[in-house]
């Protein structure tokens, strides 16, 4: 009795445990459930038709743009025009996690303009939230693909996480693509005609002209990658819609455009319309000044005309209207000198030659430091050298006070460069940054007027001297590392602990694609990827982009090298697992010399990219193959890497086909120049004769040089 009721109670017991575990089940699936039906106040949103993003396609024709490529094209679009832009995922999480999407934006409270790309209905299109205006904009290459509901819905969920009361405007006057894969372009090219006002705030019945993009896509992409800036792309796409004959603009724009400016007192603005010139569309951009309205007009006096024009004329097919920054700015600082207002800084300019050291010491003593706008935009190393010379000015030996201004900077730097033994580049230097700073002086200290001393004789004689002597100066330049010096460093790494275990991918890194080590310091795991090439072996290469440090101020750029070593692969494929911010953190430029002093006491963190430059030469690269990877701004300075053309391979190459041209020279001379029958001959050119006639007329030698660079 007693066994068969403990097995009753056992067996109630797991059938309670049963019960409650099918329940627990049955209540954790239903709350599944409930999570992925659309529920709450964001339903619709939910709700919307956001299909998977286009795969990365680094701006190919005939594909759509991924999220990386707008993302990359409006990082460079914020950049130039202050106006932040959010992230492309953000409608697509919208759809998946109300709540996410809403935390995106919670840190762009503080913006009163905001970019905002939008993936619906496997389309891209544009909000852009004015808060000054309480409106968002939403610009669409293909109206009438998202319905004004949905759009609606969209700018309800943006005023909310922007906490802002908005109103939905669509803007109906766009361009509109000819086909199903350049919305990603059109969203691109709309951001920055809309941070730049050159879209009309609304026209309803304006029947939308469908456009081919032309040449834009590679224009983009350069744009996108720094090689050209917003201002070029802005003028090549306005040239092309001229081009095509297709206006942003109605007579009713232009007006309503030059009746805003009047309201805000911009009176200087400059017009772009499609002119004519040989029968051929153009685009034409005149200046002007707004002098009085009439009933549909406006009275316009221009630069390039001497009769003031009524505008907008009948027949006319007007591009933009924009205002006139430059004349704007030069007109208010006149008004506040005619009023007696206090400006930013003293407007006035004295020459070097006619003051003396004394009293530029007693103006900068008396003057009080301050911070102007335009300080900010200056670099920090300019500011900083900037205002160390002026500091130092007035620690000048009482000999030197007399003395004119610009005789006494000139005297002190060549006295001082004996002194300390300076090399005559340091020199120059030095007097460069003397006539900056001094030229800049009112923007650092009040009441101080700009002193101009690049005019005076004697500066220039000294300048000229100081670059005379610096150029003939062999450079002080690191030691090259050498490719056994880094094979050696590769396997002699093993035993590194965290985080010096990271200094063997770090050097080859930085060596395979000759980068400033302080530059690969600042990648992030996601700079690096590994695809397939799209050459004919179709072998496997490392790409990697440079967004951040000293080569990518000029833009960003990618360097594509082969696969890297298994250890350094594995390393960065972890880094991506791990989500790390940085790809090798905690180290610094000083850890990478200490662990290449290891093999050399000699080198320095700035070997690997000497070396790397000076290696390549000798795998057969040409100079302008070179420049893509150094990023120097010319061959020149890129051949100051190459111990200035020594160990440039072109000049290898060209030394030896000289060799080789000189021995067919001489061979043509051993043969006679009468015949057998006593009489002259004239004998063709020799092979050589042409081929060097040849190169020098294109500029070429087999090496793909330029022989101007001999």
């Known amino acids: 009795m007693t066994r068969s009721k403990g097995k009753q109670l056992e067996e109630v017991k797991s059938k309670r445990l049963q019960t409650r575990l099918e329940t627990r089940l049955e209540a954790k699936e239903l709350e599944e459930a409930d999570m992925k039906k659309p529920s709450g106040r964001w339903s619709k949103i939910q709700e919307l038709v956001s299909n998977d993003l286009p795969e990365k396609s680094l701006y190919a024709a005939g594909k759509m743009w991924s999220n990386e490529d707008l993302d990359l094209f409006l990082e460079r679009v914020s950049n130039q025009t202050n106006v932040p832009a959010v992230n492309s995922l953000f409608l697509y999480k919208a759809t998946r996690s109300p709540q996410t999407a809403l935390d995106m934006l919670s840190g762009f409270k503080g913006e009163t303009r905001i970019l905002i790309p939008l993936w619906i209905r496997s389309h891209w299109l544009l909000a852009g939230v004015d808060k000054a205006n309480k409106t968002v904009d939403f610009m669409d290459s293909e109206i009438g693909l998202v319905p004004v509901s949905e759009l609606k819905e969209v700018a309800s969920f943006i005023s909310s996480g922007l906490r802002e009361e908005l109103t939905p405007r669509i803007i109906r006057s766009l361009l509109q693509e000819n086909n199903s894969t350049d919305c990603g372009l059109f969203t691109a090219i709309n951001s920055i005609l809309w941070c730049r006002g050159m879209l009309p705030k609304r026209r ?43 206006p942003l603009l109605a007579r009713e724009d232009v007006l309503s455009r030059m009746d805003e400016f009047a309201e805000k007192n911009l009176r200087f603005i400059k017009v772009g319309w499609i002119g004519y010139k040989e029968d051929s569309p153009t685009l034409i951009e005149w200046s002007g000044v707004l002098m009085k309205r009439h009933q549909k007009t406006w009275k316009v006096q221009f630069e390039e005309n001497e009769a003031a024009v009524w505008i907008p004329k009948q027949d006319y097919s007007y591009v933009y209207i924009v205002p006139d920054e430059d004349a704007t700015i030069a007109d208010t600082q006149a ?29 900068l003593e008396k003057a009080e430091s301050h911070v102007t706008p335009v300080e900010q935009a200056m670099a920090y190393t300019t500011r900083t050298k900037h205002k160390a010379a002026l500091a130092s000015l007035r620690l000048f030996p009482p000999r030197y006070h007399q003395l004119s201004l610009t005789v006494a900077i000139a005297t002190y730097v060549i006295d001082t460069r004996k002194v300390r033994k300076w090399r005559h580049s340091t020199a120059l230097t030095t007097l460069a940054t003397f006539q900056g700073a001094l030229r800049l002086a009112p923007i650092y200290y009040k009441n101080v007027p700009s002193i101009i001393i690049k005019n005076s004789l004697f500066w220039k004689l000294a300048m000229r001297a100081a670059l005379h002597n610096s150029v003939a ?51 992030s795991p996601s700079d690096l990827s590994f695809a397939k090439a799209t050459n004919e072996e179709g072998a496997w290469q490392m ?34 697992r791990e989500n790390q911010y940085w790809l090798f953190p905690g180290l610094e430029t000083s850890h990478m010399t200490a662990f290449l002093r290891t093999v050399n006491p000699a080198l320095e963190s700035r070997s690997i990219r000497r070396g790397r430059l000076q290696h390549l030469p000798k795998l057969g690269c040409t100079d302008s193959e070179l420049l893509q990877v150094s990023r120097h701004a010319n061959i020149p300075m890129l051949r100051r890497y190459l111990s200035f053309g020594v ?29 057998l ?3 002259q001959q004239i004998l063709p050119a020799p092979k050589w004769s042409n081929e060097l006639s040849h190169n020098w007329e294109t500029g070429s030698d087999d090496s793909s040089g330029s022989m101007s660079s001999m």
């Not at 802005?234 to 095509?244: D, K």
């Not at 050291?357 to 103006?363: D, G, H, S, T």
């Not at 440079?546 to 594995?570: C, H, L, W």
């Not at 060799?659 to 020279?665: A, D, G, N, R, S």
């Open 204 to 246: 309803q019945y304006h029947v939308n002209r469908r456009i081919s993009p032309g040449n834009m896509l590679p224009l983009a992409e350069m744009f996108a990658t720094g090689g050209i800036t917003m201002a070029q792309l802005l003028e090549r796409f306005l040239a092309h819609i001229a081009t095509i004959e297709a």
């Open 335 to 363: 008004d506040r000198l005619s009023l007696k207002e206090a400006v930013p800084f003293n407007p006035a300019q004295v020459e070097g030659d006619e003051i003396t050291c004394a009293q530029v010491i007693a103006l």
């Open 543 to 576: 790409n990697v982009r440079f967004r951040r440090g000293k080569t990518a101020r000029r833009g960003q750029y990618v360097i594509a090298q082969p696969m890297p070593s298994a250890d350094t692969r594995e390393y960065v494929l972890k880094a991506q």
């Open 647 to 675: 160990d440039s391979g072109e000049n290898s190459r060209r030394a030896f086909r000289i060799e080789k041209l000189e021995q067919q020279f001489n061979e043509q001379q051993k043969q006679p120049l009468v015949s």
């Open 473 to 523: 100066e062999v450079p002080e330049q690191p030691l090259a590392v050498k490719a056994e010096e880094v094979a050696l460093l590769m396997k002699a790494s093993a035993p590194l602990d965290p985080p010096y275990h990271a200094l063997p991918p770090l050097l080859e890194i930085s060596w395979m694609t000759a980068a400033r080590v302080g530059d690969a310091l600042l990648l």
């Open 677 to 679: 029958e006593g009489q």
